[in-house]
């Protein structure tokens, strides 16, 4: 059913360049997908506020199942296409959308904020659960990648997803693409490109699990510390700790080193804020 090569063609490859995401790529079957929500959902069940706020933050630390996603052979081939073939895995995010709560996601460009330099990095969006306009997928603002970084305020408004509700005003709405995936697809966005998303109004939720980012390995934490897993090839420059990868699910050890590396992240994410927010 699925291609073993996953490189990106030369069409994925214009598109990205052109437009700053392409999408949609197939990466596991829908079965997969729901292995992974169970997973999740187990994780949930048995530690309920393990996965909130900052704790959506490197689920992939704890679970072997997203440790598995992050890992996977198709999508470092894809990513390899876009960055070389050394690539860290810098960090991951759980965006969840429940239904009849007010989650979205203010337009905004990743690289306003994460603080990695250069810009040789590229986030992956996997898809949990399907993801489309009803349940408020991604949208993207075609081409904007190609300007410079914008002004963002910082709205800490109820609902917002990020940080800070980092968020980018007169973004034409009507000009955006809404990225419809399948449970087991991704998309893969620039780090400069202008996207949010809306609120899930469907009736189920809405699962994406972000690879947030995978970078190269001439790229630094300027803002911070951030520890690294390496995903492919070596890493000729070791800017960054290694942080190791889960054995099982839930074991105590894995969950310390998440929430130590956790606490960095909010560093990064809150210089220069005087809040503190959900992200
Ligand atoms: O999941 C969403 O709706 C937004 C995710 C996002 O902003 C990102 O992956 O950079």
Known sequence: MFNNMSYLNSNQLKQYKEEGFVSPLDIFSKDKALDIRNEIEYI???????????GRYN???????LDEVTHNSK?????????????????????????????????????????????????????????NEENGCMRMWSGSHKDNLK????KFNEGNLLTRGQTIKNVPKEKTTPLILKA????????????????????????GFVIQSYIGTNVKQIL??????????????????IIKRPQSLLKESDLKIK?????????????GSSKKGSY
């Open 59 to 65: 689920a992939h630390l704890i679970s072997p199942l």
């Open 259 to 271: 929430k130590k590396e956790n606490d960095n992240l909010q560093n990064i994410f809150y210089k």
């Open 224 to 241: 911070g510390k951030n520890s690294v897993q390496l995903a492919r090839g070596i890493d000729e420059f070791n800017y960054h700790e």
């Open 44 to 54: 949930e069940k048995k530690l309920p506020y393990e996965l909130e706020k900052s």
């Open 184 to 207: 087991g697809q991704m998309s893969l966005h620039h780090p400069t490109v202008v996207h949010g998303s809306d609120l899930n109004k469907s009736n189920d939720r809405r699962i």
């Open 75 to 131: 999508i470092l081939d894809a990513v390899q296409s876009l960055i070389g073939e050394n690539i860290l895995v810098c960090g991951t995010t759980l965006f969840i959308k429940n239904p009849n709560e007010k989650g979205f996601v203010s337009y905004h460009q990743d690289a306003k904020y994460i603080g990695l330099e250069p810009h040789n990095w590229v986030t992956a969006w996997v898809a949990i659960t399907d993801s």
């Open 151 to 154: 002004d963002h305020d910082q």
